[in-house]
């Protein structure tokens, strides 16, 4: 589920890994990310970074995991400047 407030989008999304290739495809208000690294170590939430930066096109650095470090459920902040 996508949330904008102002210039910046609040992303909740529902973790799911070990696919075997990495992907990004939204549909409508629906984001959905693939990823094949394992949630070990923070691997995972790195990943899910870099591939919501690069989708969208902007640096890594306007991309933040607000909460849910350790859970499935995320929370994610995409800035756009």
């Known amino acids: 589920m996508l ?6 989008a609040l992303v909740k999304y529902r973790v799911s890994v070990t696919f075997h290739k990495d992907f990004v495809k939204v549909e ?3 984001i959905y990310v693939g990823l094949k690294s ?5 691997k995972a939430n ?3 970074v870099k591939k919501l930066a690069k ?6 650095s306007r991309v933040k995991i607000i909460s849910g470090f350790k859970s ?7 800035r756009e400047s």
């Open 3 to 8: 949330l904008f407030r102002g210039l910046t």
């Open 28 to 30: 409508g208000t629906h």
């Open 38 to 42: 394992k949630p070990k170590k923070g």
């Open 46 to 48: 790195a990943d899910l």
């Open 55 to 60: 989708y969208f096109g902007i640096p890594s």
């Open 72 to 78: 499935r459920e995320k929370v994610i902040e995409i």
